[in-house]
Every structure is written in C-alpha cells, then in structure tokens.
T-cell receptor, first 116, second 111 residues
Framework: DAGVIQSPRHEVTEMGQEVTLRCKPI?????LFWYRQTMMRGLELLIY????????DSGMPEDRFSAKMPNASFSTLKIQPSEPRDSAVYFC??????????????FGPGTRLLVL | GQSLEQPSEVTAVEGAIVQINCTYQ??????LSWYQQHDGGAPTFLSY????GLEETGRFSSFLSRSDSYGYLLLQELQMKDSASYFC????????????FGQGTELSVKP
C-alpha cells in the first residue's frame, strides 16, 4: 500500500488566496483526520470523518476553513481566504475504526503551507 | 477538559536507556498512545496501552498506570536514529474517541 497520500507537499501563497489541500487515505480505512502542526500550538486535530461523514469539526479554527470528503478515497481541506497565521504543516491521517478503541492512525507526509 | 504533560526536551547518550513521562487529565479515559516524529517527517505510531502495565515492542516499551493517570515510554539501547520528538496521546470516549496529543518531547541522542 502506498500509505496516506497528500498533495501538494509544499505550498507558498499570498495572503487572501484560496488554498486547497488534498488527501487520499489508505484503501479500506474508514476514518480520516486533518491535523495542523505548529511550534506554538503543537499537533491539533481540525476535523475528522468516519465513513465520509464529518464527526467532529470543533477544531476548525474559523469559517475560513472547510473540509469535505466526497468519497472514501478523497478529502480536501480548504482555506479561503488564507492568512499568514495559517502557515503550518497540515497532516492527513487515516485509520480503520473497529469495535475497540485500539486504532492506529497512519499519517501522510504533510503539506507545508507558507502564507506570505 | 483534557490536558497532557510531558517534558519538552530530553538528552541521552548512545546505548543508554531513557524514559519519557506523560501525565494526563481527562474524563472517560480509554487508552494512551505514543507516536514518534522525526524532524521534517510525519508522526508514526509506536505503542498503545489501554490496561495497566508494560507493553514491550523491541527496544521500546510503554507503561500505563490508570490510577495515577500516568504513563511512560522507555527506550533502551539508544541509537542516534532515535533522535526525534515523541508524543503521548490520550483517547477518551467522552471526546468521541479522538486522539488528543501532548506537546511532544524532543529526544536528542548524543554519541
């Protein structure tokens, strides 16, 4: 398996522009997570989906952020308009959620976003 | 609310043993996970404890005491490649089972 795939790996954009991050989870996994990592705030969960349905978006910072999962093999995280404080590494992770809570999350390589 | 505390930095020498502690506060605690992240890389799963006691996986072991809300990651026979950040994360059924990560401990292994 190729693992979790994210694109782009690096993104540099100007303040006010729209940014779209993409994620392809591991085939067969039924849960998908979007995280943001910064030095100041650490690793934060933004939103997660179970069976393509958003379960918890309490970590989404504000209305400028939105996420979709139109099918089991694709998800997007969109920032519109982007601001310099959105600069971070954005990770997508997927897991196979079973009857127990012992589930391993597999992280993608991340998208390094810089908003100028 | 939930909170996790772990040391920000730990330094050790090759071949040594190092213990990274994690204390947590959460309701509905289900289990404690450990993830490793090399600089510039993605977090990768190391271990998970739901019950009290020690779980061993090669050179790495993880311990949990539910009564003390405490766990640790033990790394033995340290190698240079173990230099990385280590995150503890709690899973709480009161939070829908999502993982809440600590701030991470940066481990530096010196020759």
């Amino acid at each position: 398996d190729a693992g979790v795939i994210q694109s782009p790996r690096h993104e540099v954009t100007e303040m006010g522009q729209e940014v779209t991050l993409r994620c392809k989870p591991i085939s067969g996994h039924n849960s998908l997570f979007w995280y943001r990592q910064t030095m100041m705030r650490g690793l934060e969960l933004l939103i997660y989906f179970n069976n393509n349905v958003p379960i918890d978006d309490s970590g989404m910072p504000e209305d400028r952020f939105s996420a979709k999962m139109p099918n089991a093999s694709f998800s997007t995280l969109k920032i519109q308009p982007s601001e310099p404080r959105d600069s971070a590494v954005y990770f997508c992770a997927s897991s196979l959620k079973g009857p127990s809570y012992q589930e391993t999350q597999y992280f993608g390589p991340g998208t390094r976003l810089l908003v100028l | 609310g939930q909170s996790l505390e772990q040391p920000s930095e730990v330094t050790a020498v090759e071949g040594a043993i190092v213990q990274i502690n994690c204390t947590y506060q959460t309701s509905g605690f289900y289990g404690l996970s450990w993830y490793q992240q090399h600089d510039g890389g993605a977090p990768t799963f190391l271990s998970y404890n739901a019950l009290d006691g020690l779980e061993e996986t090669g050179r790495f072991s993880s311990f949990l005491s539910r009564s003390d809300s405490y766990g640790y990651l033990l790394l033995q026979e340290l190698q240079m490649k173990d230099s990385a950040s280590y995150f503890c994360a709690v899973r709480s059924y009161n939070q829908g089972g999502k993982l809440i990560f600590g701030q991470g401990t940066e481990l530096s292994v010196k020759p």
